[in-house]
């Protein structure tokens, strides 16, 4: 397969604040904190085994066919990895992309950077 889908996720804290972006593709899982924020490869959160692999890969594909959505157990691997990450916050799903094998790690660190360029916007307080 030449091509990876991975899926853009911003943690959501109690309190509605953006505690961090992460994208992840097979194989890949970057967080930055905040948009001034280092970008760290945080791939060690997860045993990337073949089915893992295909597992992560169906659940990208049925989140991008949804769109815009808290993520939960149905998805369960990437629940799991996004609560590793932040387990007080709610993950949501904010989009998904493909990139080359190949150039997999520097496509989805450019696409981590321009998203947390362009933030989205706070939730309402009502």
């Known amino acids: 397969m030449?091509?990876?889908?991975?899926?853009?996720?911003?943690?959501?804290?109690?309190?509605?604040?953006?505690?961090?972006?992460v994208i992840i593709a097979p194989e890949h899982i970057l967080l930055q904190r905040g948009p001034s924020a280092r970008i760290r490869d945080v791939s060690?959160?997860?045993?990337?085994?073949?089915?893992?692999?295909?597992?992560?890969?169906?659940e990208l594909q049925a989140l991008?066919?949804?769109?815009?959505?808290?993520?939960?157990?149905q998805t369960p691997e990437l629940h799991a990895i996004l609560h590793a990450i932040a387990p007080t916050a709610a993950p949501l799903f904010v989009g998904a992309g493909r990139c080359r094998r190949r150039f997999?790690?520097?496509?989805?660190?450019a696409e981590l950077e321009r998203s947390a360029a362009h933030p989205l916007p706070r939730a309402s307080a009502r």
């Open 2 to 21: 030449a091509a990876l889908a991975f899926g853009r996720f911003r943690l959501i804290d109690p309190g509605g604040e953006s505690v961090g972006d």
């Open 44 to 58: 060690y959160l997860a045993l990337w085994s073949a089915a893992r692999i295909d597992t992560i890969a169906r």
């Open 64 to 73: 991008a066919s949804v769109g815009a959505t808290t993520v939960g157990m």
């Open 104 to 109: 997999a790690r520097a496509t989805i660190k």
